[in-house]
T-cell receptor, first 113, second 114 residues
């Protein structure tokens, strides 16, 4: 069990650029979650996958955001036309569904200049 | 909208002191988790409580879930510098497909000094 991994750990981009983050969940975890955490706040739910199906999306996920989990394993989160307000830590978590304890990755810190 | 309020927001204590962090809501949760987060890292799960009135102990940490499953507390005995970090409570809520959407509190930043 190598834990949840996220790549990159840090991303600095200019306003208007597109960025993509990757999350590799714990092996055999069929559930995957994305959260966003801004400075001084707790994480906020963005979206949820069960296998390859995206089953729930938060209203925080504007049309500039898209998430995929094409083969039910790794997931990507893309932000198009980034804005300064997108600056945050993007966290990924996975679970087996048994008790649904979520294990978090180290996060991707996004800074939009 | 479900909200979780944590108190205190900040806590600075000396090594060896005891402390309690509170997590309160007007909503009922299916479960409640406590996490600790270090700067620049993701939250690390400490405990999950499910049953109203449940008490769990993890070495010097004692977690309690309120009878009505709306509130929880974390008590640390004889705090050590290694306990320093951001403590987050998170309430679970079932969503489509059996997923569990976590609603996080605002966190308690704990600093334990020598």
């Amino acid at each position: 069990d190598t834990g949840v991994s996220q790549d990159p750990r840090h991303k600095i981009t200019k306003r208007g650029q597109n960025v993509t983050f990757r999350c590799d969940p714990i092996s055999e975890h069929n559930r995957l979650y994305w959260y966003r955490q801004t400075l001084g706040q707790g994480p906020e739910f963005l979206t949820y996958f069960q296998n390859e199906a995206q089953l729930e999306k938060s209203r925080l996920l504007s049309d500039r955001f898209s998430a995929e989990r094409p083969k039910g394993s790794f997931s990507t989160l893309e932000i198009q036309r980034t804005e300064q307000g997108d600056s945050a830590m993007y966290l990924c978590a996975s679970s087996t569904g048994i008790g649904d304890t979520q294990y978090f990755g180290p996060g991707t810190r996004l800074t939009v200049l | 909208t479900q909200l979780l309020e944590q108190s205190p927001q900040f806590l600075s204590i000396q090594e060896g002191e005891n402390l309690t962090v509170y997590c309160n809501s007007s909503s009922v949760f299916s479960s409640l988790q406590w996490y600790r987060q270090e700067p620049g890292e993701g939250p690390v799960l400490l405990v999950t409580v499910v049953t109203g009135g449940e008490v769990k102990k993890l070495k010097r940490l004692t977690f309690q879930f309120g009878d009505a499953r709306k509130d929880s507390s974390l008590h640390i005995t004889a705090a050590q510098p290694g306990d320093t970090g951001l403590y987050l409570c998170a309430g679970g809520g079932w969503i489509t497909g059996g997923g569990n959407k976590l609603t996080f509190g605002t966190g308690t930043q704990l600093k334990v000094e020598l």
